[in-house]
T-cell receptor, first 113, second 113 residues
């Protein structure tokens, strides 16, 4: 398995609180991604990074921010969590977005109450 | 723009029967196509990928998929279903223009004894 660790694996938080999810890789891959998975929607891209301090928005970026200060770490922050952000979040990595598969972490189940 | 449609959010087959999971895509440039499998409480694992070589692609666990440009399809098949194949399957597309993976909504495969 690709060396990707997501933390925490499960979290319950209250509406309006900030939440940070962490993705750590040991593969030295350039590209890192955050997806959310919701029934019927598959996985939707939130943000991605193509290098240290280089990030860009995905399809569903509203309410989320990211940071990448080191190659191995990619943080996803919900500034003020809402119930609509209850989801399973997956981090993925790839060496190249052009036709190369992404490797996924185990996921973080976030519940906003 | 690119998109993926998976026909049938749930598919049920008997053990030993043919598995057919349908995927149609749209892409303005030649696509790269992927099938991923997700077992309960796990991340996504690559089954197979098409990157403009042979149109019939063989993957792990006896699965294969055929790229048909005229039909914009990339259906996943397996001749004989096993109980262990019960999982959710996702079709995804990217392209050589550097677009990120776009996923279909997923198909949950159930295998009956």
């Amino acid at each position: 398995d690709a060396g990707i660790t997501q933390s925490p694996r499960h979290k319950v938080t209250e509406t309006g609180t900030p939440v940070t999810l962490r993705c750590h890789q040991t593969e030295n891959h350039r590209y890192m991604y955050w997806y959310r998975q919701d029934p019927g929607h598959g996985l939707r891209l939130i943000h991605y990074s193509y290098g240290v301090k280089d990030t860009d928005k995905g399809e569903v970026s509203d309410g989320y921010s990211v940071s990448r200060s080191k190659t191995e770490d990619f943080l996803l922050t919900l500034e003020s969590a809402t119930s609509s952000q209850t989801s399973v979040y997956f981090c993925a990595i790839s060496g190249n977005p052009r036709g190369t598969e992404a490797f996924f972490g185990q996921g973080t189940r976030l519940t906003v109450v | 723009a690119q998109s993926v449609t998976q026909l049938g959010s749930h598919v049920s087959v008997s053990e030993g029967a043919l598995v057919l999971l349908r995927c149609n895509y749209s892409s303005s440039v030649p696509p790269y196509l992927f099938w991923y499998v997700q077992y309960p409480n796990q991340g996504l694992q690559l089954l197979l990928k098409y990157t403009s070589a042979a149109t019939l692609v063989k993957g792990i666990n006896g699965f294969e998929a055929e790229f048909k440009k005229s039909e914009t399809s990339f259906h996943l098949t397996k001749p004989s279903a096993h109980m262990s194949d019960a999982a959710e399957y996702f079709c995804a597309v990217s392209d050589n223009a550097g677009n990120m993976l776009t996923f279909g909504g997923g198909t949950r495969l159930m295998v009956k004894p």
